[in-house]
């Protein structure tokens, strides 16, 4: 995997010089891959005269590899003639994802020159919502007649295999595409010359339709461990195929936005240092000012409870320590119960075994801390009232903690929202305002 | 996706009345995977019976899709000759896995029972450290002679498949099984058939070695869009291959330990309801007791500012509210670049600019929020001179929680530990205590 950068030395200095003949020799013997990690260091005009060095096959391999920002920044400084070279070649999916980067205008300029195929081909995906089967998926896929015999299946494939993502799964349609059965390659190849595909081919196929979100087609390939999918329209007619490789991307693509939504970041697409500086800070200054609004509450809360620690100023010393040990375990239930939720290992049904359990947990994890809070508080020489103070209010705060964390992101589910928006931060925010009534609450009853 | 269910009132009733019959009827129309979902539902001893029940081929595929935890309860369920039965026929991968959740006496003792080769392979594969290359590879890879002509290679190929996890890839192999090339069987269809197979293969093939992280291969699969991959040891002898397959495994287990340990939780394999709860509870425990310990030097902070407040007791309303907004821009900031150091799109050299632009980023947060702040003290009819603290208190402590929250990780990256175990509440507690200093610090040089 490091095969790229023994070359790293050769290709700077061929391209110090402009020495593009020698730059198409290194790259022709390098993946794809490979090259267009190499030409993310270079400028966008210096990739597009690159590509437009690399021979047909080669040059769109390496283009379809660049993330859509270099793309759409190297086609600007292409022809239009080039420009469209490069969209007839690229596969269907990568094709329609870059055009739905590019301006409506841009596209509609572009879209007369293409060939009529391809033209139709992309009016057709460029329909599809956002993140559904039918946005990732290719119209690319191999299909044969359920009648063909399997002595000619092969033969019929080499045919079509120029055109085809993957030849390794064959659709069989009947005459209104409505999709009948598959087969796989490999079931062709062991079965008897004489047998029809129809014959060899499972009818019971895995199949998502083109709205259905694209973490729906990720679970499928999981759990049935798919080379493809077939994607079908609401009448049941084959449209498309989504492969292995783009569901890939999608996952890293979902784990991304799943993770940032946890940090309390709105999703980011770009790459860190590709994202603008002001687009970034609306997107986290949105979620840092709704943080802070419910935060405010905590001022609130306390303002309440000002005579109360007027009278105990010792109270002060625990305040964050009790409130940061209810959004911590608060942030472990949401963190536990969303992602089971997502991996559908937790179901709504279920509601009452998770509060039953986090209710134990709770219990058990807030005498634990109890504990040590009373001990830290004896050692700073507090009275008695105020350590038992603080350790049952560990207790109550811990308990409240995991309570929320659990019943949030469910009861979000039940409203049709996504759980990850339940951001640990966010639970945090809201165990703190209990926590410091909780803890107030009971400095009046054992100190008062 | 939901065929499964709609088989759920038949299933419920054959196994009410123990009609193991009926149910091998249903079982067999349906897709494996759906079958073990299915028999999630009964005890260990049903699913022993029903995997005994179903035919050679079908029980083994069934009893693979189950979870491991599951299998070894099936396992203790089943006699001596039916386990081994199912342990010859499991494929390698999926074999291991499950051995090494078996104790090594029971291991010690089924090993004489298995078929020489089986036994071999076993003792081969238990030697890879867990998370490794090796840990998820299959030793059945379809392998054909370079000189062999391309048409001998279908009929070749069609006498291994049997033993062959894929046969859309062949690797090519010297007398020392030393991994000269590849070809997929999509070019040894289109390839002219006078032509050798050492003609139409790639030689230069992405592999990874025996050793090499799990994440490694994932990332290997997602640059390159394999179906799958060999891996190889020191000598550079083929020693096995990881599919696709076992790849979406690995990525949603690693995605679910880099949630968890953002959410504080020590890695959790089991399903939520499946772990056991003391288990749980000392995972959740510890991290609980370190961030409570981290966070008792708030305390030490605040004691150290006791006078501060008792003279200016508004001073404390703000508390909470100061800390919490260095800790959620902190976490952002995490969250940001141990992703992007995880995608490769922020590297260790890049540290200086990605210091100077989270500094510009907190500095417009803090500005942001300090604002609301002051708003925020006025209108609880605070001194200007606490308003003005708060927002100049504000502004410092979002601009420590980017900073530390942005150098934490790279930092921890440099000293070789996984930036992902630098979770945001770890963040957020040490950007608690550096927020009670800073703010007390303004609150002395603005008010007293």
């Known amino acids: 995997m490091q095969v790229s950068q023994l070359f790293m030395p050769e290709i700077a200095e061929a391209i110090e010089k402009g020495d593009f003949e020698s730059l198409r020799a290194v790259f022709e013997d390098l993946h794809p891959s490979d090259v267009a990690e190499l030409l993310t260091h270079l400028t966008p005009e210096s990739i597009s005269r690159i590509i437009r060095i690399l021979r047909a096959p080669n040059g769109i391999a390496v283009f379809e590899q660049l993330n859509i920002e270099t793309q759409t920044q190297v086609l600007s400084h292409l022809g239009r003639h080039d420009t469209v070279m490069i969209l007839e070649e690229m596969s269907p999916d990568d094709r329609v994802d870059l055009l739905q980067k590019l301006s409506p205008e841009t596209v509609e300029a572009l879209l007369p020159l293409m060939a009529q195929a391809e033209r139709d081909d992309v009016r057709k995906l460029l329909q599809y919502g956002e993140n559904t089967a039918g946005a990732i998926m290719t119209t690319e896929y191999a299909s044969l007649p359920g009648s063909l015999p399997v002595s000619e299946a092969l033969p019929k494939l080499r045919a079509i295999a120029p055109d085809s993502e993957t030849i390794y799964y064959v659709y069989i349609t009947d005459a209104e595409r409505k999709l009948l059965g598959i087969a796989s390659l490999r079931e062709i190849l062991v079965a008897r010359p004489t047998q029809t595909i129809r014959e060899v081919m499972a009818e019971n196929v895995v199949r998502v339709t083109v709205d259905q979100d694209q973490e729906d087609v990720a679970r499928a390939f999981q759990k049935y461990d798919l080379l493809a999918i077939p994607v079908v329209d609401k009448e049941g007619r084959l449209v498309g195929i989504v492969t292995h490789d783009d569901v890939l991307d999608v996952m890293v693509k979902e784990q991304t936005e799943d993770v940032q939504k946890m940090g309390a970041v709105e999703p980011i697409t770009e790459p860190y240092f590709k994202a603008s500086f002001w687009s970034l800070a609306r997107k986290r200054g949105g979620w840092l000012m709704f943080l802070f609004l419910g935060e405010l509450f905590t001022g609130t809360a306390l303002r309440h409870y000002e005579e109360t620690f007027a009278h105990t100023i010792a109270l002060v010393l625990f ?130």
């Open 319 to 448: 305040v964050p320590l009790i409130v940061s040990s209810g959004g911590n375990s608060g942030s472990q239930s949401v963190t536990l119960i969303t992602r089971a939720l997502a991996l559908g290992e937790v179901r709504m049904r279920d509601a009452f075994r998770v509060v039953r359990r986090e209710l134990a947990m709770g219990v058990v994890l807030g005498i634990f801390l109890g504990v040590i809070g009373y001990l830290r508080a004896m050692m700073w020489h507090s009275p008695p009232s105020l350590a038992l103070t603080v350790s049952v209010a560990l207790v109550a705060v811990v308990v409240s903690g995991t309570l929320i964390g659990a019943l949030l992101p469910m009861l979000f589910k039940k409203m049709g929202l996504d759980p990850a928006i339940m951001s640990s931060p966010f639970v945090a925010s809201l165990v703190d305002v209990v926590g410091i009534v909780v803890y107030f609450k009971v400095a009046q009853i054992l100190i008062m």
